[in-house]
């Protein structure tokens, strides 16, 4: 068992919390437009969301999902924020947590089986707080096919960002 000395955690530390407020960041910045498709937009934050689980810790993972996805709200469409903190937020820890307890040489079935689950937390999540901000469940409905293809775009595009667009090695490369 290695041990690191004061100054590598420290610089491990700085890494993380760099790579942490970046990720926020970019989901910050996708959450403030959304790709026009009939009937709706399709936010692509949930790109950010599921890469940035494969990557993080689920402290992490909560900070860019929900904490990124609730100041993009905040900045740009404020009524679902609150929807936004807890759905996103718990959707990253638990997508980090399933791809963070699996060995190494299955972490690509975890994040696929991560990334769906997260897409089902994202989608039930989003539909109840619709259901209960704008009181009609009718609304939330409606909105259902919009969810269903944002939370499947971005667990897909962000798990072969991670797996075969090389982020993954990168992050480990890095973050060692």
Not at 120 to 140: D, H, K, N, Q
């Amino acid at each position: 068992m290695s041990t690191l000395t004061a100054s590598q955690k420290s610089a491990r530390s700085v890494k993380w919390l760099t790579a942490t407020a970046m990720l926020m960041a970019m989901n910050i910045a996708l959450s403030s437009f959304g790709v026009p498709v009939p009937g709706g937009h399709l936010y692509l934050n949930d790109i950010v969301i599921c890469a940035a689980a494969i990557l993080l810790d689920p402290l992490g993972a909560f900070l860019v999902g929900g904490v990124g996805a609730f100041i993009g709200d905040f900045l740009f469409y404020p009524a679902p924020m609150f929807v936004s903190l807890v759905t996103h937020g718990l959707q990253a820890a638990v997508i980090s947590l399933i791809v963070h307890r699996a060995p190494a040489e299955k972490r690509f079935r975890a994040a696929v089986l991560g990334v769906a689950v997260g897409a089902v937390i994202m989608v039930v999540g989003y539909s109840l707080g619709r259901a209960f901000i704008y009181s009609t469940v009718e609304y939330a409905i409606l909105k259902l096919p919009f969810q269903i293809l944002q939370a499947a775009v971005g667990a897909v595009v962000g798990t072969l960002l991670c797996f075969q667009g090389g982020l993954l090695k990168l992050w480990d490369k890095t973050m060692k």
